[in-house]
C-alpha cells in the first residue's frame, strides 16, 4: 500500500536497529496517561539517523540509529502498534515513508506493509535541558547498571515518603556513592572516580527511573552523568542514548550513622548456599508474614557444633523447613530474625562467591557484606521477637 501524496520523510534502516531502538524509548512510554500524546513514539530524522523519543512526563529517552535519510521530518506514531508490527517482520532493511501534511507513517519490509496513523509531532511535550558548562561525570556503562542493580531495589515503594523513593547519589573525593533505604534496609554502594576531583554535591533520582536506565544501558561503553544548574535534571548519556530524568527534592537522612560500627559474630558463607537455603524457606516464611529465623552456630575446638548457619521459617498451617550451611564464624552464637524477601532481595545481586552476616544481637541490626571488595554494604533490621 503506497502512502497518497507526496513525501516528506523518507528513511532505510534496519529490522533489528528499529526494533532494539523501539524496545529502548519504550521504557518511557506512559502506560496510564489522559494525554494521548504520551502513548506514541516520536520518529525524527536527525543528522542522518532517526531518532526515537518517548516519555512519561517523569522520564524521557532519545535513541540514535543508523539509517539512510532520503527525506528529513517528524512524526508520532502508537508506541504498542509500531513496536509489535516491527517485531513481526524479518530481519531485513526496512523502508519509513510520512506522507505529506498528514502523520500517517508507511512501513515496508520484504513481505509486509503497513500505514499507521500518527498525530501531529508539534503536540509531543518538549523536555528542554539545560545541560551544566561543568564537566559531565564519566561512569563505565557496566559498573553504573552493576550499581542500579545493587541499591535501587531496596527504595521504598510506598509515595508516602517521596525521599525514600529515590537514590541517594553524592559524588565528591573522587568516589560515587549510591544510598536507597526504606524503614526496614538500606543499601549503599560506593565506587572510585579517579581523577575526578570536582564536588558534585549530592541529588535525589527516583528509584524507578534508575531501574529504567539500568535496563536500556549498554553493557560496555561509558555515560556521562550531567546535572543541570538548577539541579532539577539529569542527563545520563551514551554514544546512542539520553535518558532525562526529573529530580527529587527532599533531604536523605545520614545514612551512615545507621550502618552499625561493630558486630560481636561474623559469619562467612558461600553466596549461592545462602541464597538457595533463603529461597528454600521462603514459601513457609510467606504463610507467616515473611518471618525467617537466622541461627549462627559456633563450633568448639574439642568436637561439638560444627560452625554452621541456620535458616528457619514455620508456618503453622503449612509446616516448617530447615536449612543449615557451612560457615565460618568467629564470635559467640547468635540468634536473629529477618524478613525473608530482605535477605532474598540482596543475595539476588551480590556477585562474590562468598558474604559474610555480621551480627551484634537480636534486637540490633544485621550487616550483609560481600567478602573481598569493600564497596557495598547492606543493613537489614531485625523483626520482633515476640511474633
Known amino acids: ?33 489522559t494525554l494521548p500524546i504520551l502513548v506514541n513514539i516520536l520518529l525524527e530524522t536527525d543528522q542522518g539517523r532517526l531518532k526515537l523519543s518517548a516519555t512519561n512526563l517523569e522520564i524521557r529517552i532519545h535513541c540514535w540509529i543508523e539509517a539512510e535519510v532520503q527525506e528529513t521530518g517528524s512524526t508520532t506514531v502508537p508506541a504498542k502498534l509500531i513496536t509489535d508490527f516491527v517485531n513481526s517482520l524479518p530481519q531485513a532493511p526496512v523502508e519509513i515513508n510520512v506522507a505529506e501534511e498528514t502523520n500517517s507513517i508507511n512501513i515496508k519490509s520484504v513481505r509486509s506493509s503497513a500505514t499507521i496513523k500518527g498525530m501531529d509531532p508539534s503536540e509531543f511535550p518538549l523536555n528542554p535541558i539545560t545541560e551544566s558548562e561543568a564537566n559531565p561525570v564519566i561512569l563505565d556503562a557496566g559498573l553504573l547498571k552493576t550499581m542500579i542493580n545493587e541499591v535501587a531495589f531496596a527504595a521504598a515503594d510506598d509515595d508516602s515518603r517521596p525521599v525514600f523513593t529515590s537514590v541517594h547519589i553524592e559524588i565528591g573525593n573522587e568516589k560515587l556513592t549510591f544510598a536507597a533505604a526504606d524503614s526496614f534496609r538500606l543499601a549503599v554502594r560506593t565506587a572510585a572516580l579517579p581523577g575526578n576531583e570536582q564536588e558534585g554535591g549530592s541529588f535525589l533520582v527516583p528509584a524507578r527511573t534508575l531501574i529504567e536506565l539500568g535496563r536500556i544501558l549498554p553493557a560496555e561503553g561509558t555515560v556521562q552523568m550531567i546535572i543541570t544548574p538548577n539541579v532539577k535534571q539529569v542527563l545520563f548519556r551514551t554514544e546512542r542514548i539520553d535518558l532525562i530524568a526529573q529530580l527529587m527534592e527532599g533531604t536523605f537522612p545520614n545514612f551512615r550513622q545507621i550502618i552499625p560500627k561493630e558486630h560481636s559474630t561474623r559469619a562467612v558463607v558461600e553466596t549461592k548456599e545462602f541464597a538457595a537455603a533463603v529461597k528454600s524457606v521462603t514459601p513457609f516464611a510467606r ?74 544481637s537480636d534486637a540490633r541490626p544485621g550487616v550483609i557484606r560481600p567478602v573481598g571488595p569493600a564497596d557495598y554494604t547492606y543493613v537489614i533490621m531485625p523483626m520482633s521477637t515476640n511474633r
Do not use: W
Open 287 to 360: 504463610d507467616s508474614s515473611n518471618i525467617t529465623r537466622l541461627k549462627v552456630t559456633s563450633g568448639d575446638e574439642e568436637g561439638g557444633e560444627p560452625n554452621a548457619l541456620t535458616i528457619e521459617a514455620t508456618a503453622e498451617d503449612v509446616g516448617n523447613n530447615v536449612s543449615t550451611i557451612n560457615a565460618a564464624v568467629d564470635g559467640p552464637e547468635q540468634q536473629i530474625i529477618f524478613n525473608v524477601k530482605y535477605l532474598a532481595d540482596v543475595l539476588s545481586v551480590i556477585g562474590t562467591p562468598e558474604v559474610a552476616l555480621e551480627l551484634t
Open 1 to 33: 500500500m503506497d502512502v497518497p501524496g507526496g513525501i516528506y520523510v523518507k528513511i532505510t534502516c534496519k529490522q533489528q536497529d528499529l526494533s532494539r531502538g523501539l524496545a529502548t524509548v519504550g521504557h518511557a512510554v506512559s502506560s496510564r496517561s
